[in-house]
């Protein structure tokens, strides 16, 4: 970068404003960065940070002019929000604030502006040319914002539709939970076991009056057969479905490269019928269709309903299945391990009976329902279960079986 030589009450002067420019960066990176997180407007939000990065890069500029200079390292004495978290900005509201900070960018150009003249370091100089035109933009930027129509300006990034998208469902979602798909199988995988094998260590202890050696030997085997079942099953389950969307994709390809009229037309109509106009679904369309890989991705989902990220991983499917359904089959077995007959029973009841209760209220990740709710309807079906299976084996050891 050009260099002056300046004289030291000069070189003083010219640090001074430099370093106040740093501070009037980071403030302004701060304060954008803030906003931004705080915004619920996805899209606003995206243009908070790509301010917030603009301005963290003439930061940047300024404290590399500064250091070229021979001054001191600056070192950031502002508000940790910036100006985000003051009264005015926060009682005004984000318009307020964004009214604020278009105000605050008008200054910083004009005080630029004054500092062409009267700064005469031409490395500075050469900074504040391309500062002012990025603060210019800024203006704008926060003026569109404000107005409602936002417009980029030229070179700016492109709004990632995307990220945005991800931005609103994750703010939707702030608050709940949002458990993996493997998750669920494992929920419903304790409860196979759990409910599999409660069921089948009732009915030989009623049979056998709790005999140890007879429940372990029922229970564990029926566990390792609904562990093996489940796993194999999930796994089975998950292939299928991705073979079949594979399938209908490749079939969607086919209809798509033999008559692509139609396939645009079908896709119109799914718009059309989600009340879009059909001149406007027509538009989208033919805008969708100029990229083939985005046309059969969109008629792929309106047509199946899903896509392929949506799908399940049979790996993951079979090992927590299988998993899951071990661990609930266990829990009836474990007392059978330490005593025998009428205080083994009774034992295996109440921690089966327990164990129902929280795998129900465990299920309230994957429902709506509340998780008492839940849990107690588990708790009620697992007593049913278990006192008619233990009916049916008393009647059964009764009569020689």
């Known amino acids: 970068m050009a260099t002056t030589t300046l004289s030291s009450a000069k070189l003083k002067k010219v640090l001074a404003a430099l370093e106040a420019n740093w501070q009037a960066e980071m403030e302004g990176y701060y304060t954008y960065k803030t906003l931004a997180d705080r915004d619920n407007d996805p899209v606003r ?74 700064l005469g370091d031409e490395g500075s100089i050469a900074i504040l040319d391309h500062v002012i035109e990025d603060e210019k933009d800024h203006h704008r930027e926060l003026g569109s914002l404000l107005r409602g129509h936002y417009q980029p300006p030229a070179g700016a990034p492109k709004v990632d539709a995307k ?36 069921g089948i260590v009732s009915g030989v202890s009623g049979a056998t009056a709790g005999d140890s050696k007879y429940v372990l030997l029922a229970g564990l085997s029926g566990m390792i057969a609904s562990a093996l079942s489940m796993g194999s099953g999930a796994y089975l389950a998950a292939k299928s479905e991705r073979e079949i969307y594979h399938a209908e994709i490749a079939r969607e390809r086919e209809a798509i490269q033999m008559n692509g009229p139609e396939a645009r037309e079908l896709l119109s109509l799914y718009y059309q019928v989600k009340g879009l106009p059909e001149a406007d ?9 100029s990229d083939p890989d985005q046309m059969l991705r969109a008629l792929a989902s309106e047509r199946l309903g899903t896509s392929e990220e949506a799908l399940s991983n049979p790996m993951v499917s079979a090992t927590s299945g299988a ?28 921690v089966s009976l327990i164990a129902h209760f929280a795998v129900g209220a465990a299920k309230s990740l994957i429902t709506i329902r509340s998780w008492w709710s839940s849990g107690l309807e588990m708790t009620v079906v697992g007593a049913v279960e278990g006192a008619v299976t233990y009916g049916i084996g008393i009647l059964l050891g009764k009569g020689g079986m």
């Open 45 to 118: 939000a995206q243009v908070l940070r790509h301010l917030a990065g603009a301005e963290w890069e003439h930061a940047a500029l300024w404290h590399g002019r500064i250091v070229e200079l021979g001054g001191q390292e600056p070192v950031y004495t502002g508000n940790p929000g910036g100006e985000a978290n003051s009264l005015a900005n926060r009682a005004g509201g984000v318009r307020m604030a964004l009214r604020r900070l278009e105000i605050e960018e008008s200054r910083h150009i004009a005080n630029y502006g004054k500092q062409l003249k009267d």
């Open 163 to 198: 990220a945005v998208l991800e931005e609103l469902l994750a703010k939707r979602a702030e608050g709940r939970k949002q458990p993996g798909a493997w998750i669920g199988d494992a929920i419903y995988g304790v409860n196979d076991g759990l409910g599999a094998i409660f």
């Open 281 to 289: 679904a027509d538009h989208m369309v033919n805008h969708i269709a």
């Open 323 to 350: 998993l899951s359904t071990a661990i609930g089959a266990m829990i009836p077995i474990i007392p059978f391990f330490f005593m025998s007959g009428v205080p083994a029973v009774i034992a295996a009841a109440v």
